[in-house]
């Protein structure tokens, strides 16, 4: 239960990190020095103001057991991610980020599903020349982590209209207007008045964020009914753009979305968003500040694990909600305003922009830009971004979309691509169009199991099932994470596998492709080996009791989850016999 106006569980007590917080001195702590010494790794208290600078201190999980054993320390490395709102980068700002992999993370780089890009495997000497080399190209990775708002994502489509004109812009304003306001960013990382003139005063105290930041991360995401792209409704705060024709009507604010959780811990739970007000256009930075102050000043900050705002809409309901909205506003708020339903829009391949341009949408599964085998990913959109006007946008899927392509390039775009082995949209399955993965081992400190590494054996194994059943052009989404933190969405969706113990997995069934409505867990503890064989029975009643137009999510909760549980075990059983 979350204490009124204190933001302090029943116990009273204030998480270890509250104190690093409060201790910072603005988010600088013993970062600077930290650098400067002949360590590995960085105190406790500096690892987590890191995350602030956009930084995560970990270590390499796959040669941990054997250091151990030989008596050696781990292997720490560092994960730094770029904030892109709505994906957006330059050609030239991509091309130097690509170099900077190429010198400091193995030449490779991720995009994340919040459309910003990540950097893997940056040992601690090589930190301070690749966040430097970030802000020399004019972008940052301040904030892309913490406890304050993170990247803000928005409809990745590049169309050259009203609606889309006006989504990119709020959210490239909304993402400036919620900076912290501290000069221990620039002091640290950029040191150069060239390129982002520092201010010459911070306030003693955050006028947003107030003196120990946020209680957890905070998530925005902005779009409009018809593409779903960014799965509105699992931000914390997930803003629906209204429009009639070209004209800017206004946005109904959704509170409280949220995947994370913990296996066997009830208070911790993922929620999508409430419907809580609509929002006059004028007022859409204002209403954005209010939903922050209510995080601020009610989410828990005793307990980490359940110090999202969405506990907060669950214990103070919506009207509450609402009501401190308006009264950090200070004025009256209209109630949600009805809308088109959601959709998820697929923007692979190529598509009209509007302006006598084209886009072309590149799925690349796990979102990895790196060159492996024969399939040189990192090449390629090099290749694109350097031989061909165009820039890269990244979307909440971890593809890219090349934008402002001309006509005469389409075809030089795909040669390009060929010839770096990339397998082109439409010759993959859709299944494996839509698969979402998160980074799990070895990277990740988080993780009980694989997930990314794994990703393409559970796809060949699913897609094997689906091909028996007539079921290969089906469109569905798969997540797969190797911990419950929900980091690949796995909570919505027609599929979830979410890791339990090293090699198994909880299957999670009943939710919907367009990502407005939660799945619920079918499956406990399956052996990866098993998902295909688990899942099939499933599919063949699909294959021949679905409704016309019917989803696999949505049939799954039409048969209700509890029978097909049962038909899973009963088809293990006859295969037993």
């Keep these: 239960m979350v204490a009124a106006s204190s933001g302090i569980g029943p116990e009273g007590k204030l998480s270890k990190v509250e104190g690093f917080k409060a201790e910072s001195r603005r988010l600088r702590g013993g970062i600077a020095e930290g650098l400067r010494a002949p360590t590995n790794a960085f105190e406790e208290s500096d ?32 994960m730094a991610r770029i904030k892109a709102p709505a ?16 010198q400091y993370s193995q030449g490779r780089l991720r995009i994340t599903t919040r459309q910003g890009l990540q950097f893997h495997g940056v040992a601690k000497r090589d930190l301070w020349a690749t966040i430097h080399g970030v802000n020399q ?40 207007a919620l900076f912290p306001q501290t000069r221990a960013y620039h002091e640290i990382w950029v040191g150069d008045e060239a390129i982002q003139p ?65 296996h066997n811990k009830a208070h911790t739970y993922p929620r999508l968003g409430s419907y809580v007000a609509f929002i006059e256009p004028d007022d859409l930075l204002a209403a954005v500040k209010a939903v922050i102050a209510v995080h601020r000043d009610y989410s828990d900050r005793s307990d980490r694990k359940h110090a999202r ?17 308006e009264r950090h506003m200070g004025k009256a708020l209209e109630d949600p305003r009805p809308f088109p339903a959601l959709h998820i829009k697929d923007h692979s391949g190529w598509h009209e922009q509007g302006d006598g341009k084209w886009y072309y949408g590149l799925p690349i599964l796990s979102g990895r830009i790196q060159d492996q085998g024969k399939v040189h990913y990192a090449t390629a959109l090099r290749r694109v971004l350097t031989e061909i006007e165009t820039r890269p ?20 775009l795909e040669t390009i691509l060929e010839a770096e082995g990339v397998t082109l949209p439409g010759a993959e399955t859709l299944l494996r169009r839509f698969a979402l993965a998160c980074p799990a081992l070895p990277s990740c400190g988080l993780a009980l199991t694989e997930a990314e590494r794994v990703l393409d054996d559970i796809l060949i194994d699913i897609e094997g099932v689906l091909k028996r059943h007539g079921l290969e052009g089906e469109r569905l989404a798969l997540r797969v994470t190797g911990c419950p933190n929900g980091c690949a969405r796995p909570s919505v969706g027609d ?28 499956f406990e503890r399956v052996p990866m080996a098993d998902i295909g064989r688990t899942l099939e029975p499933l599919f063949a009643l699909f294959a021949t009791e679905r409704q016309a137009g019917e989803g696999f999510g949505d049939f799954c909760r039409r048969w209700g989850l509890d029978r097909l549980a049962a038909t899973a075990e009963h088809a293990a059983a006859d295969a037993a016999e």
Excluded: W
């Design 393 to 412: 946008v990244f979307t909440p899927s971890q593809d890219v979309i090349f934008a402002d392509v001309d006509a005469a390039d389409k075809t030089r």
């Design 87 to 102: 994906g957006l980068m330059s050609a030239r700002q991509y091309l130097a980020v690509d170099a900077l992999a190429q």
């Design 309 to 325: 705002i969405k506990y907060v809409v669950d214990a103070l309901g919506v009207p509450r909600v609402k009501a401190e909205m």
């Design 47 to 78: 690892h987590q103001l890191l995350k602030f600078h956009g930084i995560y201190q970990g270590y390499d999980r796959d040669s941990a057991t054997e250091l151990k054993q030989a008596g050696e320390e781990k292997r720490t490395e560092f």
């Design 137 to 176: 190209a004019l972008l940052t990775t301040f904030g892309a982590c913490g406890d304050v708002a993170r990247n803000v994502t928005a409809t990745a489509a590049p169309i050259d209209d009203a609606v889309h004109r006006r989504i990119r812009a709020d959210a490239v304003m909304i993402s400036n």
């Design 198 to 262: 520092a201010p010459t005063a911070e306030p003693t105290v955050d006028p947003l964020y107030g003196a120990t930041y946020l209680p957890r991360k905070f998530k925005i995401g902005i779009t409009a009914p018809e593409d779903n792209s960014i799965e509105v409704l699992t931000n914390d705060l997930g803003i629906i753009a209204l429009f009639d024709g070209d004209r800017l009507e206004g946005y109904v604010f959704a509170v409280g979305g949220g995947l994370g959780m913990t």
């Design 495 to 522: 599929i979830g596998l979410v890791g339990r113990i090293p090699g198994h997995y909880a299957i999670y069934l009943g939710g919907d492709f367009d990502t407005t409505r939660l799945n619920a867990r079918v």
